[in-house]
């Protein structure tokens, strides 16, 4: 009989906790009856560790993981994903926007021979602010990703134990699990679902936060950001040739004498990006350095179950 894990980070869902692990049960069920469902509190500032405690203490197939702060969404994944002991593990967020009932759509996707099973949103149901915000995010992110994005990629997806010990190896600090799992490789594919209205409260993540993740998705995945700067100076410098050429050419026909406006704008355009491409270059020299002190991804404070 195969063995399910389902890893839910957990941040603000004291009042979600239980009717989540209650609807993870009824799907999971219908597969097996060997599970386990794996919490993981990310340094949540309401009651929902001692929610988590509570559960754990009536539910045996449930396991509570509290990490010593907020380390972030993905982080608390990977926390999740080092203590899954399934042959098959499904992500799966607390904010109930994913249906549970769906995993039975995704598990027939794998038993065709799919490694990895994504889902893919038919609708996204977010206020108007927060779709802003994620389309914001999604174009930037597609455009600066060496690899193609899915907009209405969602957060829900399966995939066997071989990928996930993949992807535990990969110590990348910036870690966006969707795309670790895309740049593993193995055989994938995506399962249309419907996303639902949240079951109670309201999405952590601003417009500075969708932002911070998108930098850190573009330096990690990618390094146009390296190439732009270079592309840029390129540009700058043949176009200041031509405008060399155009004052010379003038300067003898017409005897033109250049003033200060024309040198004073082109001296700012030019430190202007010349300022760009030294703030792109130290983000990465930052991320070497904070990849250099080899720190531990999170850190647990308690474990239940």
């Known amino acids: 009989m195969v063995k399910f ?6 941040y603000k869902a004291e009042t979600t ?13 219908k597969i097996t009856e060997d599970y386990e469902i794996i919490l993981v509190d990310d340094g949540s500032p309401d009651q929902s560790w001692l929610r988590i405690e509570q559960i754990c203490a009536t539910e045996p197939s449930v396991k509570g ?31 109930l926007q994913d249906d549970p009932a769906n995993l039975s759509l995704l598990m027939n996707e794998h038993i065709k021979g799919n490694e990895i099973v994504f889902t893919t949103r038919i609708k996204r149901r977010h206020t108007l602010r927060k779709r802003i915000y994620a389309g914001i995010y999604n174009a930037l992110f597609g455009f600066f990703s060496e690899r193609s994005y899915d907009v209405n990629a969602g957060s829900m997806v399966l995939f066997t134990k071989k990928v ?26 995506y399962v249309p679902v419907e996303h639902r209205p949240r079951h109670s ?29 270079i ?3 390129f540009i700058l410098s043949f176009l200041t040739f031509l405008i060399s050429i155009v004052i010379v050419i ?17 001296i700012m355009f030019s430190t202007g990006l010349i300022l760009m491409s030294i703030g792109i270059t130290g983000i990465y020299i930052g991320k070497i350095f904070e990849q250099s002190k080899n720190r531990p991804l999170y850190i647990v404070e308690k474990r239940v179950n």
């Not at 906790?17 to 069920?29: C, G, I, N, P, Y």
């Not at 110590?171 to 490789?185: E, F, I, T």
């Not at 952590?204 to 911070?212: A, F, G, I, P």
């Not at 998705?217 to 146009?224: E, F």
């Open 250 to 266: 003038r300067y003898f026909t017409e005897g033109l004498q250049p003033g200060w406006p024309s040198l004073f704008i082109a």
């Open 231 to 233: 592309y840029g100076g």
């Open 65 to 95: 993981i509290k990490l010593s702060r907020n380390f972030g969404q993905h982080y608390a994944v990977t926390a999740g994903l080092c203590e899954a002991s399934g042959d098959l593990i499904l992500i799966l967020d607390c904010d």
């Open 164 to 189: 996930k010990d993949n992807i535990i190896r990969l110590q990348d600090r910036d870690r966006l699990y969707l795309q670790m799992l895309k740049w593993v490789g193995f055989t994938s594919t």
């Open 201 to 229: 409260g309201k999405s952590s993540y601003n417009m500075v936060k969708l932002l911070t993740m998108a930098l850190q998705g573009w330096t990690s995945h990618s390094d146009k950001l390296l190439k732009f700067s």
């Open 17 to 29: 906790v239980e009717e989540l692990v209650r609807q993870v049960k009824a799907a999971v069920s």
């Open 5 to 10: 894990s389902v890893v839910s980070p957990v």
